[in-house]
Each structure stands twice: as structure tokens, then as C-alpha cells.
């Protein structure tokens, strides 16, 4: 089993994105990109540290923005770069813990390396020396003369691959490269490069082709999108909402914000809307934010009677101002009587309106208890509902 020490490269200094903090500070999803590349190969296998390496005089605002987290993320050493790339790799390697067996190279403006493409290229490099992940080109390339505009001819792209990151190293292999090409003084734009120009192998590995590299604002806006839709890990969250309440004489019957026809209601310091607790618990669970109890207490007079649409509401408003917005919801009342299937439709539109989500993302189902228990006595009704929500995008 390796010991492997990670580098992460934070050249660059935003000016492509229009940004005025270096490009690894730029937010994505809230958190500077350079902390979700730390994220993702926090967990990498047999790692002994994580090496940040800063544009020359910015190590503090990479701390800063570190803070608490960088013990979670392993991070060992927050080091500034050279002028050239491998002053910056040079630099990191110097900070790599003694123990490490090889080191894996990673630009920190790629926030979505798969762990998996990790691991294989630790693989590779352990075995042959040097290796990095590659993804096919898939546009047809020209070759143009010097001002750009005419096109000489198409270059075959068969046996082309573009450089990806993470680039792995047997620390020897890597150490005798970059000693090379600083003493050298050349030219350089990746760290595989060092090795095959010394005159070593350097093993390809098929990667990830959405391991990206987030260098434009238009880069960086796919990124947003692609973590707020379908990608990133903490996209989605879910959460679980239960509720029971005493059915009594004298109230009104109020389920979903709307009020169903019943010789009795259910008993609470508000409404007593069962479905509304449950639902609304489920979306502050989604979002870690603890329970209704906690956020309206019914030893607070403000809430006595008080129409549970509110506690809804205020819960997407809370799950909002936390970075989340529900995707759907689906409930399941439990009651002996009345028969609930005719309301049905009634208490999904309500649901939905106060979710702020369309029809079909809210779903209410109606069951009996068969007689049994406080439900099946006819002494108190149930809900039970499940909640997912989305991280909100900076458009979002
Ligand atoms: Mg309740």
C-alpha cells in the first residue's frame, strides 16, 4: 500500500473569470474551488497530507479561506509559488510529508475529479513511475497560420489526448524531473511533461472527461449549473418528517392548509394540521435545521390557533436563506375517517402553492390504519412525508 501526498497548484489569478481573487478562490456553489479539489481527494486511500500551493504572496487569503477546515481536508502546508510552473510544483513538493511514497499533482480549479480517476492514476504511477489522466478530443482540430484566421490544415486527432489532472508520481521519479527542469529553466505548462522531457515514461490513464478545468466565466457557470442540477455528491439532500395528533370535538378539521368536513379537528396549540408539521419537518430536515418545536415553540402565544401554513413557510423560507430549495415532497396521511381521497387534490395544491413547486412534484396519499392503534380508534391522525431539496445555484 503507497503512502501518497497530494499537491494542489493554485496558479492563476482569475482574470479570466473577471475575478479579482486568484482563480482557486473564485466560489463555486458558495466554497472557493480550491476547497472542493481538496474535498474530493480528502478521502483518497493510504494520503498522508495535502500541499496547497499559492500565487506568490496570497498564502494568507488561501488560509483564511481554509480556516477550521484544514484538518478535515488533511491539508499539512499552505506554501507560495514561484514565476514558473516548476518553481510552484517545486515549492509544494518541498512540503510534501517524508512519508509520502508518491505524489499526486492537481490543478485546484479542477473541483470535480472523481475519487475513482484518483486512485487509478496512484495505481499507474505506482507502478510505472509517472502517469496522468487523459480524455479523448473530441472537436476536430485546425492548425492556423500566425494571425489566426486561415487554416493550414486538419490536424488528426486519434492519437491525441487532452492533460487532465490529478498527475502521479513516484516521489523519486518526480523528484529527479523537477530538480531537472528548474536547473534547466524549462518551459513547461503540466508536470507530466518535466518527467517525458527528462526522458521518463509517463503512463496514461483514461479520465473523467467532466474533471474540468474552471478557467472562464462560461466554465464556470456550466460548473454552477452542473452542481446545482445533476452533479456534485451534496447536490440533493433529504429529509423525513412524522406527526400525530389528538383528534377532538369543536375544532375544525385543517390537513394540508385546507379544511376537510368532520364532526371533529385535531387538537394543537395551532391548527393542529398534522400534514403541515410533517411536511414542514421534512424539508428543515432536508436542510439541517432541526424541527418545528424548536423553531416555533408552542409555549410562544403567537402560534396559538395559528394557521400551520405559516410554519411551512417559514421552513422553505429558513431551508432558502441556508442554501436550499425543495425538488418535491411526498406525504402520506394516516386516518381512520373521514375518507380522505376526495380532498386529495385539494391538499396537493395547497402543498404545492406553499412549496412554491408545480403540481407533480407534490404527491399526498391517504391511508387507514385498519382499526388498530390511536389512528384505527379513531383517536388521533398521522402524517409521515419525505422531502428532497436541491443547493441553489448562484442563478438559481
Ligand atoms: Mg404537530
Known amino acids: ?50 500541499v496547497v500551493v499559492t500565487p506568490p504572496g496570497m498564502e494568507s487569503r488561501f488560509r483564511d479561506a481554509l480556516g477550521d477546515a484544514a484538518s478535515a481536508l488533511r491539508v499539512v502546508a499552505v506554501v507560495p509559488g514561484g514565476a514558473r510552473r516548476q518553481d510552484s510544483a517545486a515549492a509544494g513538493f518541498a512540503a510534501v510529508p517524508p512519508s ?9 480549479a479542477r473541483p470535480f475529479v472523481p475519487a475513482a480517476d484518483a486512485v487509478a492514476v496512484a495505481d499507474a504511477a505506482s507502478r510505472d513511475g509517472a ?63 518535466m518527467v517525458e522531457r527528462a526522458g521518463g515514461a509517463v503512463t496514461a490513464v483514461p479520465g473523467d472527461p467532466s474533471n474540468v478545468k474552471v478557467t472562464t466565466p462560461d466554465d464556470l457557470a456550466r460548473a454552477e449549473r452542473w452542481l446545482a442540477g445533476d452533479g456534485g455528491t451534496d447536490a440533493f439532500r433529504v429529509g423525513h418528517g412524522w406527526d400525530r395528533h389528538r383528534l377532538v370535538e369543536g375544532r375544525p378539521l385543517r390537513l394540508g392548509g385546507v379544511t376537510v368536513p368532520h364532526g371533529r379537528g385535531l387538537l ?34 403567537r402560534w396559538k390557533d395559528a394557521d400551520s401554513s405559516v410554519f411551512l413557510r417559514e421552513a422553505v423560507a429558513a431551508a432558502a436563506a441556508a442554501g436550499w430549495r425543495p425538488v418535491n415532497v411526498d406525504a402520506t396521511v394516516v386516518a381512520e375517517e373521514p375518507r380522505l381521497g376526495p380532498h386529495r387534490e385539494a391538499m396537493r395544491r395547497s402543498l404545492a402553492g406553499l412549496l412554491d413547486l408545480p403540481e407533480d412534484a407534490v404527491n399526498v396519499k ?16 398521522e402524517a409521515h412525508a419525505v422531502a428532497t431539496v436541491r443547493r441553489k445555484g448562484r442563478d438559481a
Open 1 to 50: 500500500m503507497h503512502t501518497i501526498a497530494t499537491v494542489l497548484v493554485a496558479g492563476g489569478e482569475g482574470r479570466r473569470l473577471g475575478a479579482s481573487v486568484p482563480k482557486a478562490l473564485v466560489p463555486l456553489g458558495g466554497r472557493p474551488l480550491f476547497l472542493r479539489a481538496l474535498e474530493a481527494l480528502a478521502g483518497l486511500p493510504g494520503l498522508a497530507g495535502q
Open 100 to 108: 509520502a511514497s508518491l505524489v499526486l499533482v492537481h490543478d485546484a
Open 131 to 193: 502517469a496522468l489522466l487523459v480524455a479523448p478530443v473530441v472537436d476536430t482540430l485546425k492548425r492556423v497560420g500566425p494571425d489566426g484566421s486561415a487554416v493550414l490544415e486538419t490536424v488528426p486527432r486519434a492519437d491525441l489526448r487532452r492533460a487532465l489532472t490529478p498527475q502521479g508520481f513516484r516521489r523519486e521519479v518526480y523528484a529527479s524531473a523537477l530538480a531537472r527542469a528548474v536547473a534547466g529553466g524549462w518551459e513547461v505548462t503540466d508536470d507530466a511533461s
Open 268 to 301: 394543537g396549540h395551532s391548527d393542529g394540521d398534522v400534514l403541515l408539521h410533517a411536511v414542514a419537518d421534512a424539508v428543515l430536515g432536508a436542510a439541517g435545521l432541526g424541527d418545528l418545536g424548536v423553531r416555533f415553540p408552542s409555549s410562544d402565544p
Open 366 to 381: 391517504a391511508k387507514t390504519a385498519e382499526g388498530l392503534g390511536p389512528v384505527g380508534t379513531g383517536e388521533a391522525m
